[in-house]
Protein backbone atom coordinates (compact mmCIF):
# COMPACT_ATOMS: atom_id res chain seq x y z
CA UNK A 1 0.00 0.00 0.00
CA UNK A 2 0.93 3.41 -0.51
CA UNK A 3 2.00 6.05 2.13
CA UNK A 4 3.23 9.82 2.00
CA UNK A 5 6.57 10.23 3.03
CA UNK A 6 7.89 13.81 4.25
CA UNK A 7 11.47 14.04 1.65
CA UNK A 8 12.03 17.58 2.55
CA UNK A 9 11.09 20.14 5.03
CA UNK A 10 9.90 23.09 3.00
CA UNK A 11 11.90 26.51 2.70
CA UNK A 12 8.91 29.00 2.35
CA UNK A 13 6.25 27.39 -0.08
CA UNK A 14 5.93 23.53 0.10
CA UNK A 15 6.56 22.36 -3.18
CA UNK A 16 5.49 18.61 -4.46
CA UNK A 17 9.22 17.26 -4.59
CA UNK A 18 9.05 18.06 -0.70
CA UNK A 19 7.31 14.45 -0.18
CA UNK A 20 6.78 11.58 -1.90
CA UNK A 21 4.26 8.27 -2.25
CA UNK A 22 6.05 5.53 -1.63
CA UNK A 23 5.31 1.75 -1.66
CA UNK A 24 5.25 0.22 1.81
CA UNK A 25 4.14 -3.26 3.74
CA UNK A 26 0.57 -3.37 5.46
CA UNK A 27 0.89 -4.56 9.06
CA UNK A 28 -1.33 -6.80 10.22
CA UNK A 29 -3.62 -5.27 13.65
CA UNK A 30 -1.78 -7.15 16.83
CA UNK A 31 -4.45 -7.37 19.55
CA UNK A 32 -6.35 -4.51 21.00
CA UNK A 33 -5.43 -2.82 17.13
CA UNK A 34 -7.86 -2.47 13.54
CA UNK A 35 -6.47 -2.50 10.29
CA UNK A 36 -8.43 0.27 8.05
CA UNK A 37 -8.63 1.07 4.17
CA UNK A 38 -8.47 4.70 4.48
CA UNK A 39 -11.54 6.49 2.20
CA UNK A 40 -10.94 9.79 3.00
CA UNK A 41 -7.76 12.11 4.32
CA UNK A 42 -7.60 15.13 5.57
CA UNK A 43 -5.12 18.12 4.59
CA UNK A 44 -4.86 20.94 6.92
CA UNK A 45 -2.87 24.22 7.55
CA UNK A 46 -1.25 22.92 10.36
CA UNK A 47 0.68 20.53 8.73
CA UNK A 48 2.41 23.44 7.56
CA UNK A 49 4.05 23.82 10.86
CA UNK A 50 4.88 20.10 11.34
CA UNK A 51 6.86 20.20 8.18
CA UNK A 52 9.53 22.61 9.46
CA UNK A 53 11.94 21.06 12.27
CA UNK A 54 10.29 23.36 15.38
CA UNK A 55 9.14 22.32 18.68
CA UNK A 56 5.02 23.10 18.94
CA UNK A 57 2.20 21.97 20.00
CA UNK A 58 2.48 19.19 17.49
CA UNK A 59 5.63 17.66 16.70
CA UNK A 60 6.97 18.00 13.67
CA UNK A 61 6.84 15.10 10.81
CA UNK A 62 10.19 13.20 10.77
CA UNK A 63 12.10 13.26 7.62
CA UNK A 64 11.33 9.58 5.00
CA UNK A 65 8.71 8.62 7.66
CA UNK A 66 5.14 8.59 7.25
CA UNK A 67 2.85 11.97 7.98
CA UNK A 68 -0.07 11.89 9.86
CA UNK A 69 -3.33 13.34 9.93
CA UNK A 70 -7.07 13.42 10.67
CA UNK A 71 -8.74 10.16 8.23
CA UNK A 72 -11.83 8.17 8.24
CA UNK A 73 -11.86 5.02 6.59
CA UNK A 74 -13.44 1.36 6.81
CA UNK A 75 -11.88 -1.36 9.34
CA UNK A 76 -10.88 -4.25 7.01
CA UNK A 77 -9.50 -6.50 10.25
CA UNK A 78 -9.24 -6.03 13.68
CA UNK A 79 -8.43 -7.76 16.52
CA UNK A 80 -9.92 -5.19 18.83
CA UNK A 81 -13.17 -5.46 21.02
CA UNK A 82 -15.83 -3.33 20.54
CA UNK A 83 -14.84 -2.68 16.46
CA UNK A 84 -15.67 -4.94 13.57
CA UNK A 85 -14.83 -5.18 10.19
CA UNK A 86 -17.58 -2.70 8.92
CA UNK A 87 -17.25 -0.36 10.91
CA UNK A 88 -16.09 3.44 10.33
CA UNK A 89 -13.91 4.91 12.04
CA UNK A 90 -12.13 8.21 12.67
CA UNK A 91 -8.49 8.66 13.18
CA UNK A 92 -5.50 10.22 12.51
CA UNK A 93 -3.29 8.23 10.65
CA UNK A 94 -3.96 10.22 7.28
CA UNK A 95 -1.53 10.24 4.20
CA UNK A 96 -1.87 6.91 3.49
CA UNK A 97 -4.15 4.31 2.22
CA UNK A 98 -4.27 1.60 5.08
CA UNK A 99 -3.67 2.55 8.63
CA UNK A 100 -2.85 0.12 11.76
CA UNK A 101 -4.70 1.51 14.44
CA UNK A 102 -4.84 1.14 18.33
CA UNK A 103 -8.63 1.02 18.98
CA UNK A 104 -8.34 3.63 21.60
CA UNK A 105 -7.16 6.23 18.92
CA UNK A 106 -9.96 4.88 16.45
CA UNK A 107 -13.35 6.97 17.21
CA UNK A 108 -16.53 5.43 15.32
CA UNK A 109 -18.15 7.14 13.33
CA UNK A 110 -21.55 6.73 11.65
CA UNK A 111 -21.62 6.74 7.97
CA UNK A 112 -25.65 6.43 8.01
CA UNK A 113 -25.88 10.17 10.17
CA UNK A 114 -23.72 11.99 7.56
CA UNK A 115 -21.28 11.37 4.92
CA UNK A 116 -17.78 9.89 5.99
CA UNK A 117 -16.10 13.63 5.01
CA UNK A 118 -18.15 15.50 7.33
CA UNK A 119 -16.32 13.85 10.13
CA UNK A 120 -13.06 15.53 8.85
CA UNK A 121 -14.91 19.22 8.39
CA UNK A 122 -18.31 20.31 9.74
CA UNK A 123 -18.69 17.90 12.39
CA UNK A 124 -15.06 17.17 12.58
CA UNK A 125 -11.89 19.15 14.34
CA UNK A 126 -12.52 22.44 12.01
CA UNK A 127 -16.01 22.57 13.29
CA UNK A 128 -15.75 21.67 16.72
CA UNK A 129 -12.56 24.57 16.30
CA UNK A 130 -15.54 26.93 15.26
CA UNK A 131 -18.21 26.30 17.73
CA UNK A 132 -15.48 26.39 20.78
CA UNK A 133 -14.13 29.29 19.63
CA UNK A 134 -16.71 31.62 18.93
CA UNK A 135 -18.92 30.55 21.96
CA UNK A 136 -16.24 29.42 24.05
CA UNK A 137 -12.83 31.45 23.74
CA UNK A 138 -14.60 34.27 21.70
CA UNK A 139 -17.90 34.71 24.49
CA UNK A 140 -20.01 35.97 21.76
CA UNK A 141 -23.38 37.58 22.94
CA UNK A 142 -26.32 38.01 21.12
CA UNK A 143 -26.79 41.51 18.88
CA UNK A 144 -22.96 41.90 18.43
CA UNK A 145 -20.58 41.93 15.41
CA UNK A 146 -18.58 39.42 14.47
CA UNK A 147 -15.60 39.47 12.14
CA UNK A 148 -14.04 36.12 11.04
CA UNK A 149 -11.00 36.00 8.30
CA UNK A 150 -10.48 32.98 6.40
CA UNK A 151 -14.34 33.04 5.91
CA UNK A 152 -14.60 30.84 3.28
CA UNK A 153 -12.90 28.17 4.56
CA UNK A 154 -13.54 25.16 6.87
CA UNK A 155 -13.59 27.14 10.05
CA UNK A 156 -14.09 30.36 8.91
CA UNK A 157 -17.21 29.34 6.88
CA UNK A 158 -18.79 27.76 10.49
CA UNK A 159 -17.64 30.76 12.56
CA UNK A 160 -19.81 32.96 10.41
CA UNK A 161 -22.93 31.04 9.94
CA UNK A 162 -23.14 29.69 14.14
CA UNK A 163 -22.65 33.29 14.76
CA UNK A 164 -25.85 34.13 12.83
CA UNK A 165 -27.76 31.30 14.38
CA UNK A 166 -26.32 32.36 17.76
CA UNK A 167 -28.03 35.71 17.00
CA UNK A 168 -24.96 38.22 16.19
CA UNK A 169 -26.45 41.28 14.95
CA UNK A 170 -24.17 41.75 12.28
CA UNK A 171 -22.08 38.70 10.96
CA UNK A 172 -18.61 39.96 7.93
CA UNK A 173 -16.50 37.59 6.47
CA UNK A 174 -12.82 38.01 4.69
CA UNK A 175 -12.16 35.93 2.10
CA UNK A 176 -9.58 36.02 -1.34
CA UNK A 177 -11.79 35.88 -4.60
CA UNK A 178 -15.19 37.43 -5.52
CA UNK A 179 -16.38 33.92 -5.69
CA UNK A 180 -15.81 33.14 -2.03
CA UNK A 181 -16.79 36.52 -1.18
CA UNK A 182 -20.16 36.54 -2.94
CA UNK A 183 -21.57 32.69 -1.39
CA UNK A 184 -20.78 34.18 2.19
CA UNK A 185 -23.25 36.15 1.43
CA UNK A 186 -25.94 34.41 -1.07
CA UNK A 187 -25.30 30.95 0.54
CA UNK A 188 -23.89 31.67 4.20
CA UNK A 189 -25.92 34.55 5.39
CA UNK A 190 -23.27 36.75 5.89
CA UNK A 191 -24.33 40.30 6.12
CA UNK A 192 -21.18 41.79 4.31
CA UNK A 193 -18.01 40.70 3.07
CA UNK A 194 -14.85 42.04 1.09
CA UNK A 195 -12.06 40.27 -0.47
CA UNK A 196 -8.63 40.95 1.33
CA UNK A 197 -7.08 41.33 -1.87
CA UNK A 198 -9.21 43.96 -3.28
CA UNK A 199 -7.98 47.08 -0.73
CA UNK A 200 -6.35 47.12 2.33
CA UNK A 201 -8.39 45.32 5.25
CA UNK A 202 -8.84 48.18 7.44
CA UNK A 203 -10.51 50.46 5.29
CA UNK A 204 -12.92 47.22 3.67
CA UNK A 205 -13.55 46.26 7.34
CA UNK A 206 -14.63 50.01 8.55
CA UNK A 207 -16.57 50.30 5.72
CA UNK A 208 -18.10 46.33 6.30
CA UNK A 209 -18.81 47.20 10.17
CA UNK A 210 -19.38 50.87 10.28
CA UNK A 211 -20.41 50.73 13.99
CA UNK A 212 -17.09 48.55 14.58
CA UNK A 213 -16.83 45.29 15.96
CA UNK A 214 -17.18 43.01 18.72
CA UNK A 215 -15.91 39.69 17.61
CA UNK A 216 -12.85 38.76 15.47
CA UNK A 217 -12.38 35.27 14.72
CA UNK A 218 -9.02 35.67 13.09
CA UNK A 219 -7.82 32.42 11.26
CA UNK A 220 -5.09 34.90 9.21
CA UNK A 221 -2.74 37.32 11.38
CA UNK A 222 -1.21 40.08 9.98
CA UNK A 223 -3.02 42.72 8.20
CA UNK A 224 -5.89 41.24 9.45
CA UNK A 225 -5.43 41.26 13.04
CA UNK A 226 -4.09 44.52 13.33
CA UNK A 227 -7.60 46.29 11.08
CA UNK A 228 -9.66 44.13 13.55
CA UNK A 229 -7.57 45.50 16.78
CA UNK A 230 -8.19 49.09 15.25
CA UNK A 231 -12.51 47.97 14.52
CA UNK A 232 -13.10 46.09 17.65
CA UNK A 233 -15.42 48.29 20.36
CA UNK A 234 -14.13 48.58 24.15
CA UNK A 235 -14.26 44.86 25.73
CA UNK A 236 -14.06 43.42 22.52
CA UNK A 237 -12.30 39.81 22.39
CA UNK A 238 -10.22 38.24 19.66
CA UNK A 239 -10.02 34.56 19.06
CA UNK A 240 -6.38 33.90 18.01
CA UNK A 241 -6.88 30.70 15.73
CA UNK A 242 -4.44 30.68 13.19
CA UNK A 243 -1.92 32.65 11.38
CA UNK A 244 -1.84 31.17 7.90
CA UNK A 245 -0.38 34.55 6.28
CA UNK A 246 2.77 34.02 7.78
CA UNK A 247 3.14 29.84 7.56
CA UNK A 248 5.25 30.16 4.36
CA UNK A 249 6.61 33.32 4.81
CA UNK A 250 10.35 33.23 5.24
CA UNK A 251 10.58 37.10 6.42
CA UNK A 252 9.76 39.05 9.42
CA UNK A 253 6.09 38.55 10.19
CA UNK A 254 3.51 41.37 9.82
CA UNK A 255 2.30 41.84 13.30
CA UNK A 256 -0.28 44.24 14.21
CA UNK A 257 1.30 47.52 15.52
CA UNK A 258 -1.63 49.03 16.97
CA UNK A 259 -1.25 46.59 19.82
CA UNK A 260 -1.81 49.37 22.83
CA UNK A 261 -5.23 49.85 21.59
CA UNK A 262 -5.74 46.75 23.33
CA UNK A 263 -5.51 48.78 26.52
CA UNK A 264 -7.94 51.43 26.47
CA UNK A 265 -10.28 49.20 24.69
CA UNK A 266 -9.63 46.78 27.41
CA UNK A 267 -9.89 44.12 24.56
CA UNK A 268 -9.07 40.68 25.26
CA UNK A 269 -7.00 39.01 22.51
CA UNK A 270 -6.73 34.83 23.24
CA UNK A 271 -5.40 32.24 21.76
CA UNK A 272 -7.07 28.61 21.14
CA UNK A 273 -6.25 25.02 20.49
CA UNK A 274 -9.30 22.81 19.32
CA UNK A 275 -7.80 20.00 21.69
CA UNK A 276 -8.62 22.32 24.94
CA UNK A 277 -12.51 22.18 24.29
CA UNK A 278 -12.75 18.29 23.59
CA UNK A 279 -15.27 18.38 26.50
CA UNK A 280 -17.80 20.53 24.35
CA UNK A 281 -17.95 17.86 21.76
CA UNK A 282 -21.13 15.99 22.76
CA UNK A 283 -23.12 19.74 22.83
CA UNK A 284 -21.30 20.55 19.62
CA UNK A 285 -22.04 17.32 18.13
CA UNK A 286 -25.38 17.39 18.54
CA UNK A 287 -26.76 21.15 18.36
CA UNK A 288 -24.67 21.22 14.68
CA UNK A 289 -26.64 18.14 13.46
CA UNK A 290 -29.86 19.71 14.45
CA UNK A 291 -29.10 23.13 12.30
CA UNK A 292 -27.66 20.62 9.31
CA UNK A 293 -30.83 18.75 9.54
CA UNK A 294 -33.21 21.59 9.54
CA UNK A 295 -31.31 23.38 6.90
CA UNK A 296 -30.07 26.18 8.51
CA UNK A 297 -26.61 25.29 8.75
CA UNK A 298 -24.73 24.39 5.48
CA UNK A 299 -21.13 23.54 4.25
CA UNK A 300 -19.34 22.79 1.51
CA UNK A 301 -16.34 20.45 1.03
CA UNK A 302 -13.40 20.47 -2.23
CA UNK A 303 -12.83 17.03 -2.87
CA UNK A 304 -9.46 15.56 -4.30
CA UNK A 305 -9.77 12.21 -5.73
CA UNK A 306 -6.32 9.96 -5.54
CA UNK A 307 -4.10 9.57 -3.27
CA UNK A 308 -1.53 10.67 -5.28
CA UNK A 309 -2.74 14.16 -5.85
CA UNK A 310 -2.94 14.62 -1.31
CA UNK A 311 0.48 17.35 -1.75
CA UNK A 312 -1.23 18.76 -4.53
CA UNK A 313 -4.09 19.33 -2.35
CA UNK A 314 -2.60 20.47 0.43
CA UNK A 315 -0.73 22.64 -1.27
CA UNK A 316 -3.57 24.33 -2.69
CA UNK A 317 -5.53 24.38 0.35
CA UNK A 318 -2.64 26.84 1.07
CA UNK A 319 -3.01 28.63 -1.70
CA UNK A 320 -6.91 29.01 -1.24
CA UNK A 321 -7.70 26.55 -4.13
CA UNK A 322 -10.90 25.47 -1.24
CA UNK A 323 -13.99 26.69 -0.58
CA UNK A 324 -14.53 24.89 2.81
CA UNK A 325 -13.26 21.78 3.77
CA UNK A 326 -10.33 20.79 1.46
CA UNK A 327 -10.59 16.77 1.63
CA UNK A 328 -8.84 13.50 -0.61
CA UNK A 329 -10.83 10.96 -1.39
CA UNK A 330 -9.14 8.12 -2.16
CA UNK A 331 -10.87 5.44 -4.64
P1 LIG B 1 -9.21 26.78 5.34
O1 LIG B 1 -10.23 25.87 4.81
O2 LIG B 1 -9.63 28.13 5.80
O3 LIG B 1 -8.06 26.90 4.23
C1 LIG B 1 -7.06 27.84 4.32
C2 LIG B 1 -7.50 29.17 3.65
O4 LIG B 1 -6.62 30.20 4.05
C3 LIG B 1 -7.39 29.17 2.15
O5 LIG B 1 -8.53 28.62 1.56
C4 LIG B 1 -7.19 30.65 1.81
O6 LIG B 1 -8.44 31.23 1.45
C5 LIG B 1 -6.72 31.25 3.14
N1 LIG B 1 -5.43 31.93 3.00
C6 LIG B 1 -4.27 31.43 2.55
N2 LIG B 1 -3.30 32.36 2.58
C7 LIG B 1 -3.87 33.50 3.05
C8 LIG B 1 -3.40 34.83 3.31
N3 LIG B 1 -2.12 35.16 3.08
N4 LIG B 1 -4.25 35.72 3.80
C9 LIG B 1 -5.55 35.39 4.03
N5 LIG B 1 -6.05 34.17 3.81
C10 LIG B 1 -5.23 33.23 3.32
O7 LIG B 1 -8.42 26.08 6.51
P2 LIG B 1 -9.01 25.69 7.95
O8 LIG B 1 -10.40 26.15 8.05
O9 LIG B 1 -8.72 24.27 8.19
O10 LIG B 1 -8.11 26.54 8.95
C11 LIG B 1 -8.31 27.94 9.07
C12 LIG B 1 -7.34 28.50 10.09
O11 LIG B 1 -7.60 27.96 11.37
C13 LIG B 1 -5.88 28.21 9.80
O12 LIG B 1 -5.12 29.35 10.15
C14 LIG B 1 -5.57 27.06 10.71
O13 LIG B 1 -4.20 26.98 11.02
C15 LIG B 1 -6.42 27.40 11.90
N6 LIG B 1 -6.81 26.29 12.75
C16 LIG B 1 -6.50 26.35 14.08
C17 LIG B 1 -6.91 25.39 14.96
C18 LIG B 1 -6.58 25.55 16.40
O14 LIG B 1 -6.83 24.64 17.19
N7 LIG B 1 -6.04 26.69 16.81
C19 LIG B 1 -7.67 24.20 14.50
C20 LIG B 1 -8.01 24.25 13.09
C21 LIG B 1 -7.58 25.26 12.26
P3 LIG B 1 -8.56 32.61 0.62
O15 LIG B 1 -8.88 32.20 -0.78
O16 LIG B 1 -9.67 33.31 1.30
O17 LIG B 1 -7.25 33.32 0.71
Known amino acids: AREWHLKARPDGWPVPADAALVEAPVREPRPGEVLVRNRFLSVDPYMRGRMNDVKSYVPPFQLDQPMDGGAVGE ?39 APLSAYLGVLGMPGLTAYAGLLEVGSLKPGETVFVSGAAGAVGSLVGQIARLKGAARVVGSAGSAAKVAKLVDDYGFDAA ?15 APDGIDVYFDNVGGDHLEAAIGALNVRGRAVLCGAIAQYNETGRPVGP ?74 D
Open 75 to 113: VVASAAEGIAVGDTVLHAQGWREYATVAAEHAAKVDAAR
Open 194 to 208: FNYKDGPVAEQLAQA
Open 257 to 330: RNLALAIGKRLRLEGMLVNDHVALRPQFTAEMAGWLADGSLRYEETVVTGIEHTMDAFIDLLRGGNTGKMVVAL
